[in-house]
C-alpha cells in the first residue's frame, strides 16, 4: 500500500511571512495525484491545491504553491504572505491514478499563524 | 449549492451498540467515500460507493457497513461498538468519472463510552 509521511507535527510562521510543510510518498506508480488539504477546527476538510504526477509544472492556487520533485516523492506546500486564517491542520495526500479511487493521507501537520 | 452534508454533527454511544451514520453527497456527485479519522491522526479510508455497490474497501472488519441510495446519498453502519471506534468520521464526494477532486463533509463525532 501507498504510504504518505509528513514529518512536521507541527509548524510555526509570523503573519505575512512564507512557510514550507513537508511531504513524502511512497509509489511504485507512476500516475497519481497529489493533493493539499486544509482542515480547519470546523472539521471541514477543504481542498488547498493539487498535482497531477504527469505534469512536470508545479501547481499554484494564489498564495499557494508546491514544490513537487517526482524522482525524490516530495510534495512540500508552501504558502506566502500567511494570513492569520491559514491556522490549521494541513493533510497531503495521494491518489493513484489507475488502481482504484482510495486517497491516502500523512499524518497531517498543525499550523500556527503568530500575529 | 450545497455542499457534502452529514448528520448527525455528535453522537455519543456504549459499547455494543450500533450506530448509522448519514450523508447527502455535493449536488452532482455521483460516489460517495467514508473515512475514519481518529484524534490526531489522518483519515483512513473505510470504503466507497458507487451506483450503489460498495466498489473499494479499505481495512475494516465486517462490523462497518454501508449503502447507498438511488438519490446517491449514503449511510454508514458500525455493529458491536468497540472503544476503539470512537473517532471523527468523514464522508466525501465525488463524480465517478469526472475530476479527481473529493470534496469533504464537516464530519460526524462518534463517541464510544
Known amino acids: 500500500a501507498q504510504t504518505v509521511t509528513q514529518s512536521q507535527p507541527e509548524m510555526s510562521v509570523q503573519e505575512a511571512e512564507t512557510v514550507t510543510l513537508s511531504c513524502t510518498y511512497d509509489?511504485?506508480?507512476?500516475?497519481?495525484?497529489l493533493f493539499w488539504y486544509k482542515q480547519p477546527p470546523s472539521r471541514q476538510m477543504i481542498l488547498v491545491i493539487r498535482?497531477?504526477?504527469?505534469?512536470?509544472q508545479n501547481a499554484t492556487e494564489n498564495r499557494f504553491s508546491v514544490n513537487f520533485q517526482k524522482a525524490a516523492k516530495s510534495f512540500s506546500l508552501k504558502i506566502s504572505d500567511s494570513q492569520l486564517g491559514d491556522a490549521a491542520m494541513y493533510f497531503c495526500a495521494y491518489r493513484s491514478a489507475n488502481t482504484g479511487n482510495q486517497f491516502y493521507f500523512g499524518t497531517g501537520t498543525s499550523l500556527t499563524v503568530i500575529p | 449549492d450545497a455542499g457534502v452534508t452529514q448528520s448527525p454533527t455528535h453522537l455519543i454511544k456504549t459499547r455494543g451498540q450500533q450506530v448509522t451514520l448519514r450523508c447527502s453527497p455535493k449536488s452532482g456527485h455521483d460516489t460517495v467515500s467514508w473515512y475514519q479519522q481518529a484524534l490526531g491522526q489522518g483519515p483512513q479510508f473505510i470504503f466507497q460507493?458507487?451506483?450503489?455497490?460498495?466498489?473499494q474497501r479499505g481495512n475494516f472488519p465486517d462490523r462497518f457497513s454501508g449503502h447507498q441510495f438511488p438519490n446517491y446519498s449514503s449511510e454508514l453502519n458500525v455493529n458491536a461498538l468497540l472503544l476503539g471506534d470512537s473517532a471523527l468520521y468523514l464522508c466525501?464526494?465525488?463524480?465517478?468519472?469526472?475530476?479527481?477532486?473529493?470534496?469533504f463533509g464537516a464530519g460526524t463525532r462518534l463517541s464510544v463510552l
Open positions: 509509489t511504485s506508480e507512476s500516475d497519481y495525484y
Open positions: 460507493y458507487y451506483e450503489e455497490e460498495e466498489r
Open positions: 498535482q497531477e504526477a504527469y505534469k512536470q
Open positions: 466525501a464526494s465525488r463524480v465517478w468519472r469526472g475530476r479527481n477532486i473529493q470534496y
